[in-house]
């Protein structure tokens, strides 16, 4: 028996699926209310087959690049094309640089954001050190109990 059959023979269960793709049952009843996933049935039970697998993959690689689902739709309705894949490929591609291209000006964004509170702090640091000099090892607490927060470590300030 070749690979390719016994690879379209393959299931699998909705805990198949969750446990290998860490996502929740929940999520693939989404997936599938929205026309993305459409698992076969037995009795009360979803059976998904390679198809769905691979759509689930392809589902959650558009998400973690920020395409929308109706983007991520787009692309797998091409899949039924018989082109060899090209038009799902164009698609794709078409996508993926509008998708770098949002990315690139988000981080020019944050970069600018960036720089504009770091000027902030540093005008404020000199201030703050001509009028009132006792108050900047205050703000250096906050910051290090700020950072604490962020990072999920106890602050020192509450664990002395």
Do not use: W
């Amino acid at each position: 028996m070749s690979q390719d059959l016994r690879r379209l023979e393959r299931t699998f269960t909705i805990r198949n699926l969750c446990v290998e793709f860490k996502v929740t049952p929940r999520a693939l009843r989404f997936y599938e209310d929205k026309g993305l996933l459409y698992p076969a049935r037995e009795g009360m039970n979803r059976v998904y087959n390679h198809r769905d697998r691979a759509r689930l993959q392809l589902i959650l690689r558009g998400k973690r690049v920020g395409l929308s689902l109706s983007e991520i739709r787009e692309i797998l309705d091409l899949y039924d094309e018989n082109d060899g894949g090209a038009a799902q490929m164009a698609k794709s591609l078409k996508k993926f640089r509008e998708r770098i291209a949002a990315l690139e000006a988000q981080r020019e964004d944050i970069d600018g954001a960036i720089e504009q509170l770091r000027g902030g702090c540093e005008r404020m640091e000199r201030q703050l050190s001509e009028i009132r000099p006792d108050l900047l090892p205050q703000a250096d607490d906050y910051d290090q109990v700020l950072r604490a927060r962020l990072d999920g470590t106890p602050d020192a300030a509450h664990t002395a």
